[in-house]
């Protein structure tokens, strides 16, 4: 007990300032006259109150965390988080179980953008931008912005960042101090998501819709103000701002800052990773689009165009918004399907993207290459390369590890899904959308459905999916492991 009473008094703490994440739901409650500050007010009080308590009585036991303690921290954090957040949910609608609950605010602070609510265009403002302040905040991270802003906490800062950033390359920093790398990252971040708000203002949107679909594209989890997400506004304008943003949000933050900071684009042509996410990127939209117009389900090119451009690129960058019912008989599975697949392994690595990356795709790739070469000369010193870089062993090992459990989890999950006798398609699309952050699957849980017809055990199976996604696995299950707990 003695061990985890350190992680808990900094958990309280991080506890005290996500509270004041309630404030910004309050002043849009006063500002479009509503009644709902009450539920925030409330819940103020629930977050900030226990930990308060929590951090007095746990105060002496406060110290330096270790490795160890880091990954405890991350974990109990993110599920800490979305518990405490599922209170102004259920306070605003009684009939909501904490099951559901819970589940959309994972969703949200996991950025996976899956939904089991209905009727969002009738929610009250504040609650609506509240789902989409979740998604804002998890995508850069919670841990990554409190080791920014609050560097007396004790933790060590590095194991921190490590545990919580996604990626396999985590060691290099980008400032001497990581809570200068963390402070600059959020600042890029806040920087971009201003300037997506005042496109999406001057592409047609009002700018409450601007503010919480900003939100939702630059943590990459799709919620919307609308059941029909971006269908509900018929804009091209809307949907190439959303594209562009989408794109940014799915490369490496890290290459942002640096190009900010030199002020010169050319720092992207040194991102192979970030070029080869959008080399992929544009050659699927032209394969799928040249598919769908030559099985005959568009009849006009420039349409076919439109719909998968935006479609193929809210997926692939497990965003999650939808322009079109892709998912509908209209559409041959294959497209959606090659859509999902590309959730797997598009989005960078350093980007509120999931999945796979695409770095450790390219490191999968480039070690196949390297085994089918060492079959043909056995004694060859043929170090892996991704770029100029040399990739070490070491990390070759983890990113193979990783997928290793990639699939394994994947595998299990769904046959979880299956067990509780859901369909193949709705299982495996739900688990595959989920675990990458995505959004929506097919089936059932379709782009014009949401996650609201699965049973209460279907949708903890997918809240389970949805953490060890977000925490890149390796963070959740090294502390069911018996060497973690020993001393």
Known sequence: MHKILPVVNVLSKILMVFSFCYLLPIVTSFIYEEHSHEYFFKSFAMT???????????????????????????????????????????YANSDLSFTDAFFETMSGLTTTGATVLSGLDNLPK???LWRHELVWVGGMGILVLVVAILPLLGVGGMQLYKAETPGPMKDNKLTPRITETAKNLWLVYFGITVLCIISLKIAGMDWFDSICHAFATMGLGGFSTHDASISFFKSIGIEIVLIIFMLISAMNFATHFLAVRARSFSIYKSDIEGLMFLKVIFI????????LYVSGTYTDFWLALRDVSFNLVSIATDCGFMSVDYGNDKWPIAAPLWMLFLSCIAASSGSTGGGIKMIRTMVLYKQGQREIVKL????????????????????VFSVLGF??????????LTFLLLGSHLDFISA??????????????????????????????????????????RLEIFSLLIIFTPAFWRK
Not at 380 to 395: A, R
Not at 403 to 412: D, E, G, K, Q
Not at 443 to 450: D, F, K, L, S, T
Request: net charge neutral; aromatic share 12%; proline share 6%.
């Open 48 to 90: 900030a109150g226990p930990g308060y308590l929590i951090w007095i009585s746990t105060r002496r036991f406060q110290r330096e965390l270790k490795t160890r303690d880091g990954f405890l921290l991350v974990v109990l954090t993110w599920i800490g988080m979305a518990a405490f957040s599922t209170l102004p949910l259920m």
């Open 284 to 291: 699927s939209i032209l394969g799928v689009t040249l598919f």
């Open 376 to 395: 043909l000369h056995p004694a060859i010193v043929d170090p892996l390369k991704v770029g100029e870089q040399i990739i070490p062993n070491n990390v």
């Open 428 to 469: 495996f699309t739900a688990i595959i959308a989920c675990i990458n952050n995505a959004g929506p699957g097919l089936g059932v849980v379709g782009p014009a459905n949401n996650f609201g017809s699965l049973t209460d055990f279907q949708t903890w199976v997918c809240s389970l999916a949805m953490l060890l996604g």
């Open 126 to 128: 504040a609650i609506n």
């Open 403 to 412: 997928i290793f459990l990639y699939f394994i989890c994947v595998l299990i």
